[in-house]
């Protein structure tokens, strides 16, 4: 397709993808943080949205950070440590209140700030780890393809990403 357009990145959506708008369409990437202005090749248009992937990030989001894990973009056991910890929360929170929007049926449902733990790694006490043709690790995302995670994972407790490594 090779269209290349501009793009603000509106909003993070519950599976990860960052969307944006373009004359009216929905525009889903990966990798983008709310607020980032990217220029993104049009990969795959439907008939309501089309899905991108960002070729060049114009201006970042003040919420934009590197991400600590080196398998991030590969694996698919998380998707929002490219940003910043206070906006994880907050786009955290808007999935709860937007499912709740939609599927409520108790109106006066309060939803409550999300408590944060004493420290944002290492916080994850279970795991599924698919085991194939001897690897151990994560599903990359959108797939059944296994990512070795061979540092360990670091949202995961110290028992659990000790035991990835193997």
Known sequence: MEKIIELKIDKIIYNGYSIGKNEGIAIFTRWGVPGD??????????????????????K???SRIKAQCPYFEKCG??????ISYETQLAIK?????????????????K??????????????????LP?????????SMN???IVRLMNG??????????NIEI
């Not at 790694?121 to 599924?128: E, G």
């Open 37 to 58: 202005l990217a220029e993104v090749e049009i990969v795959e248009k439907k008939r309501n949205y089309y899905s991108g992937r960002i070729a060049q990030i114009l």
């Open 60 to 62: 970042e989001s003040e």
């Open 77 to 82: 056991g998380c998707h929002l440590q490219n």
């Open 93 to 109: 929170e808007s999935f709860v209140k937007e499912a709740l929007e939609r599927y409520k049926t108790n109106k006066n449902i």
């Open 111 to 128: 939803v409550y700030p999300i408590i944060r733990p004493d420290n944002i790694f290492r916080y994850r006490n279970k795991a599924q």
């Open 131 to 139: 085991v194939k043709n001897e690897k151990i690790g994560f599903y």
């Open 143 to 145: 797939s059944h393809k």
């Open 153 to 162: 994972c670091l949202i995961q407790e110290d028992i659990i990403s000790k």
